[in-house]
């Protein structure tokens, strides 16, 4: 046979190859995101999921349930563990549950957060804040420090007392005002705030917190992906972002 004739027919049957294994894995995925659908209606009929991904370290699905636990299920959807993942990287280990959980900080809109800005932006943090937070009110006060040293300060609502309290009723004053950095800042300066309502993220902000561990105010998630609980002055802050 003709050597070209031959290396035709062979990326042919190498190319058919390709596509039966990509249509049997995309079969198999089909399934068993639906197994797992529907064990998860079956046996804890109490939860939607909130996502779920495949993870391919493990051939097993993760799956975020609304106001529930991280699951890490089979594919045939008749075992799960709950609780972190973690992955060895040589002497390195890394929550993975937990990276996955904080991306979602990263992946919000800024246009519902209240952003100061730096103008010559190196790093950013996001902080879950109580405007009524005596830390989260020292924290504000190096806002102008962090800018200067290249640190936009990303704002998130978190009313310690909860949903509906003081703190989360004035919050929502505060972002749903005419100038929410400005009335932020009163805010936190102990400034009485005119009551406003609108359609606002503080609520949601708030389960957004709960879901990645916020356990107190100001806690900080920053650009290199770290979580910081707690409060940290401008020049140890800028060390963690490695400036």
């Not at 800024?110 to 103008?119: E, G, L, N, Q």
Request: charged share 20%; glycine share 6%.
């Amino acid at each position: 046979m003709n050597p070209r004739s031959l290396l035709s027919r062979m990326s042919f049957f190498c190319v058919l190859a390709s596509l039966f294994s990509f249509t049997l894995f995309s079969s198999a995925v089909q399934a068993g995101t639906s197994e797992v659908k529907a064990a998860i209606k079956r046996a804890l009929p109490q939860y939607s999921i909130d996502s779920m991904t495949l993870h391919k370290g493990t051939n097993l699905y993760t799956v975020e349930l609304k106001d529930g636990p991280t699951l890490h299920m089979s594919p045939d959807g008749k075992y799960f563990i709950v609780g972190d993942m973690y992955k060895i990287d040589g002497s390195q280990i890394e929550n993975e549950t937990q990276r996955g959980k904080l991306a979602k900080v990263e992946s919000l809109p800024v246009s519902k957060m209240i952003v100061f800005k730096a103008k010559n932006e190196k790093a950013h943090i996001t902080v879950f804040t109580d405007v009524d937070c005596a830390y989260c009110r020292m924290l504000h006060k190096e806002v102008p420090e962090l800018n200067k040293l290249g640190i936009t300060v990303r704002y998130l609502a978190y009313p310690r007392a909860g949903i509906g309290s003081p703190a989360y009723k004035k919050m929502v004053s505060v972002w749903c005002s005419d100038n929410p950095q400005e009335w932020f800042t009163k805010a936190t300066e102990g400034d009485d705030i005119p009551e406003n309502t609108c359609a606002n993220p503080v609520a949601s902000d708030y389960n957004l917190g709960n879901d990645i561990g916020v356990r107190g105010t100001p806690t900080m998630i920053l650009s290199n992906g770290k979580l910081v609980p707690g409060y940290l002055p401008a020049n140890v802050l800028a060390k963690e972002l490695g400036l």
